[in-house]
């Protein structure tokens, strides 16, 4: 009997001990981010998340709990974060509508916590000597385009608004930097891409004949942090102050009154204020760093999952709306009296008509 007492005992001790480990704080919070960025430290800009990187927001958070921040930047983009997470290597991830569906569809576990740069645009550039002017000029010509970002189905359907397919077009698959050398070499007819190329023409290399700036909403990218399901389901409180931090940074980086100090920190990624100042030309920053999965987020990405089966992206269909996880925005948005800052737009993109908070 007093053996079965002392088993019985270190048993429930040894539970106890098993609980507490599996309810321990990670040594360390691992974000991966789908860009090469640039700087030192390297961060990025166009999103508030890069505000956060660079002002030090989260290492700030989780110094007095021993816990380390470690910022991964992939040159391979959301395809290469999808591979991140499916070994594991990180916990959080910032990445574009396009490869973190086709994480899903492949089988990624993960949870959309809140939006960090939405409605990018995107550019179709050509060599500054080049007779393209407008889209319908592509027809057989060589284009730069990086697959399996979320710039992809843009320029797709891009390209379909003008009567042209994929096929219409000599494809090639660069990621920007490798772009940005073909197309000043004459190695390529034209790209697509983003922000990055303003920093090309003004330097005289490059000229833009295409925006998507000022245009159907539709014809925008979308960007967002994700957590791999596993991390939120043992580690909530730390979602929480994941979470809560880049709200804070996207109520800092709507504020007006911080635009040219925001396009400073933005540059620090290595693209010019100027760059970003083309960028967001005549645009509300609220309305491109709001945080809110409101309805036109959700639309956005039931389209993407469309026109990715019907391309053939992606195997299967995936559902959506359970993929949204937005507790700890609202925990967030209520903690710092913010339910009421940013306007949710409909599934079109048009204001809804009034303050909200996130409506799923």
Do not use: C
């Amino acid at each position: 009997m007093k053996f079965v007492r002392h088993l019985l005992r270190w048993t429930a001790l040894l539970a106890t001990a098993l609980a507490a480990s599996a309810q321990a704080a990670p040594d360390t919070i691992r974000i991966g981010v789908a860009t090469a960025g640039g700087g030192d430290p390297v961060t990025w800009g166009g999103s508030p998340g890069g505000v956060a990187r660079a002002n030090n927001w989260l290492e700030e958070e989780f110094k007095a709990s021993g816990i380390k921040v470690e910022w991964l930047f992939f040159k391979g983009a959301g395809p290469a974060v999808n591979e991140a997470l499916s070994n594991k290597q990180i916990d959080f991830a910032y990445q574009g509508d396009l490869p973190s569906i086709v994480g899903r569809s492949n089988g990624l576990k993960t949870k959309v916590l809140l939006v960090s740069g939405a409605r990018n645009n995107l550019y179709l550039v050509t060599p500054t000597q080049s007779n393209i002017q407008s889209i319908k000029d592509l027809k057989g010509r060589t284009v730069s385009i990086f697959r399996g970002t979320n710039g992809h189905l843009v320029a797709i359907n891009v390209l379909a608004a003008d009567g042209l397919a994929e096929r219409d077009i000599k494809g090639v698959n660069l990621d920007t930097g490798s772009a940005q050398a073909a197309l000043v070499s004459n190695g390529v007819d034209a790209a697509f891409g983003g922000y990055e190329w303003f920093k090309v023409r003004d330097q005289g290399l490059a000229k833009v004949v295409y925006s998507t700036q000022g245009r159907d909403p539709a014809l925008t990218r979308q960007a967002a942090l994700l957590v791999r399901s596993e991390f939120e389901q043992a580690n909530p409180a730390e979602v929480q102050r994941v979470v809560d931090v880049f709200v804070r940074a996207a109520h800092w980086s709507s504020e007006e009154k911080n635009r040219d100090e925001l396009f400073r920190i933005w540059a620090r990624s290595g693209t010019p204020v100027a760059s970003w100042t083309a960028e967001f030309d005549k645009q509300p920053l609220a309305q491109r760093n709001s945080p809110l999965a409101d309805d036109f987020i959700v639309a956005r990405y039931k389209a993407v999952v469309g026109d990715a089966l019907k391309l053939k992206l992606i195997r299967r269909e995936v559902t959506v709306d359970d993929w949204f996880d937005t507790r700890y925005l609202k925990a967030a948005l209520k903690k710092q009296g913010l339910e009421g800052y940013w306007s949710a737009s409909d599934a079109k993109g048009q204001p809804r008509g009034g303050p909200a908070v996130a409506s799923r």
